[in-house]
Structures are given as C-alpha cells and as structure tokens.
C-alpha cells in the first residue's frame, strides 16, 4: 500500500487496490484534497484511523441531463412549503450529515478533522453546500465540493421524507454542472438516474475544460 508524504502527489492509478484505495496517509490540507480532488481520489476514513484515499475503478455518478424524476417527487417539488438555499448553512448541514443517525451507518465516516478541513474549502469556495428548510428549520441538505465544472458530492441528510432527494434534484436542475460524481454505488442515487462508469472516462470528463459538454 502506498503511504503518502509531506509531497500532495498521489501514486499512478494502477496503484489502486480492488477496494478502490489509492493511498493512506498524508493530512488534509486544503491544496492535497484540492489537487486529490481534480484527479478523482476522495479521502474516506474512520475517526482514529490513517487517512484512506480512494480512487474506484467504477465511479457512481449522475449525468444532470438523465436525472429521473417520479411522479411523487413531482409532487413534493411543488410543495410551496420547502425552501432551497445554497451555501447558506454549510457548516450546519456537514454537521447534520455528520451526526444524524442512519440505517446504514454511513454518517460515522465524517470525523471531526475532516469537518474542519471542509469547512475550511468553504470559506475559501471550493465546497458547497444546498439546504432545504420547512418553516425556517433545516430539514435536509446536501455538501460536496466543486473542481472545474464537475460536483463532487460527498453527504446528503434528510429530517422529513425526500428531502434529500429535494437538494440532490435541485442540483442537477438548476446549477449548470456537467457531472455530479457520488462516488460510489447507491441505490438511493440509483433511483433517481445515477449510474457507475469507468474511471477512466471519470477522469477524462473531469479534466476537460471548464463548460465544455
């Protein structure tokens, strides 16, 4: 396995094992997961542990323009009641994903110091956050962090049913992204149009120039 250094590079990716981890170690500086990042690798790691970087052979990931939409969900995009902000509570909505029980358990992974180094690529807007709010509480939400046209999702929550669904939706229809990258497969994603590709193809979509289709 191959353990990173003070240097932000990360090994070629043949290094990758069939895990999907590309590397361990290193911190989380803002310039390492920028540049991890741009180059398709995502830390994801327990609290207590060494920092895992991984890099799927198959990435989970949503084309905007193949997003479905269900007749229900129609229904809850009209409801007047909910209201959608960006970049208005970033650090209650990591906080919220972070916290907030799950049946799967997936909301333990986002340890304390990785907390701060998002909030830390928010202030300097490279992470983003969508809140969805139902009488000025925040009921679900999603952050991720944006590199060249592409989002980079990372955590989604939900206090009432679909809202997540709701932040995840408004993404793909009202910012002009070219991919949302989730990472890896989900069949809650799944449901609403995403699909696994190559990483090669990932990877070439991610570094194409900004706005281009």
């Given amino acids: 396995m191959f353990w990173l250094t003070e240097d932000i590079q990360f090994p070629p990716y043949d290094f990758t094992s069939k895990e999907g981890i590309i590397a361990l170690g290193g911190d989380l500086s803002t310039d390492r997961l920028v540049y991890a990042y741009k180059n398709g690798i995502f830390p994801w790691f327990s609290e207590g542990e060494p920092i895992v970087w991984y890099c799927p052979v198959q990435r989970m ?40 029980k799950r049946n799967d358990n997936l909301g333990t992974w986002i340890t304390n110091d990785m907390e701060k180094a998002y909030i830390s690529l928010h202030k300097k807007g490279i992470a983003k956050s969508i809140e969805v709010w139902k009488e000025n509480k925040l009921v679900g939400g999603l952050y991720g962090v944006e590199v060249n046209g592409v989002f980079c999702g990372e955590s989604m929550f939900s206090k009432r049913s679909n809202t997540s669904k709701l932040a995840f939706i408004y993404l793909a229809t009202r910012k002009n992204y070219r991919l949302i990258d989730c990472q890896v497969y989900n069949s809650h994603l799944a449901s609403l149009g995403a699909q696994e590709i190559d990483r090669a193809l990932f990877v070439k979509i991610l570094k194409q120039n900004k706005g281009s289709h």
């Fill in 61 to 100: 990931v949503l084309f905007p323009n193949q997003i479905k939409i269900s007749k229900s969900m129609r229904k809850v995009l009209k409801d007047s009641s909910y209201r959608i902000t960006e970049n208005n509570a970033f650090e209650e909505v990591i906080f919220q994903c972070k916290t907030i």
